[in-house]
């Protein structure tokens, strides 16, 4: 599986950006597909994820409210749309994705155990 990851960029802080997460391949919707973002010396967190067994969907808490994650089977893509950014959003987003994720408490993990993008720069000024 492959993942091409488009969006991201410059943005000021209370802006919108879209990140897309598309994969060749495989069939994105059979995988759990996870958002995570990482900026330097710190550790990469995960910042929503999406179960392909029932859709669930899952936020880090300061995110909640803000950011949205969904998919589009037939595009074969999920999106992360991202509103009210911070500028404590800047970092390097990347989506992963892996089959067989079947709990939600390991959807995180799970997909990050499969195929990672290639990342995006995602910076809001304030």
């Known amino acids: 599986v492959r993942l091409v990851q488009s969006g991201g960029g410059l943005v000021q802080a209370g802006g919108s950006l879209t990140l897309a997460c598309s994969a060749s391949?495989?069939?994105?919707?059979?995988?759990?597909v996870g958002w995570f973002r990482q900026v330097p010396e710190k550790e990469r967190e995960g910042v929503s994820c999406?179960?392909?067994?029932?859709?669930?969907?899952y936020y880090k808490d300061t995110v909640k409210g803000r950011f949205t994650i969904s998919r589009d089977n037939a595009k074969n893509t999920v999106y992360l749309q991202m509103n009210n950014l911070k500028p404590e959003d800047t970092a390097v987003y990347y989506c992963?994705?892996?089959?067989?994720?079947?709990?939600?408490?390991?959807?995180?993990?799970?997909?990050?155990?499969?195929?990672w993008g290639q990342g995006t720069q995602v910076t809001v000024s304030s």
């Open positions: 992963a994705a892996a089959k067989g994720v079947t709990s939600g408490d390991g959807c995180y993990a799970g997909a990050a155990l499969g195929f």
């Open positions: 391949g495989s069939t994105l919707p059979r995988h759990a």
């Open positions: 999406i179960m392909a067994t029932d859709g669930s969907t």
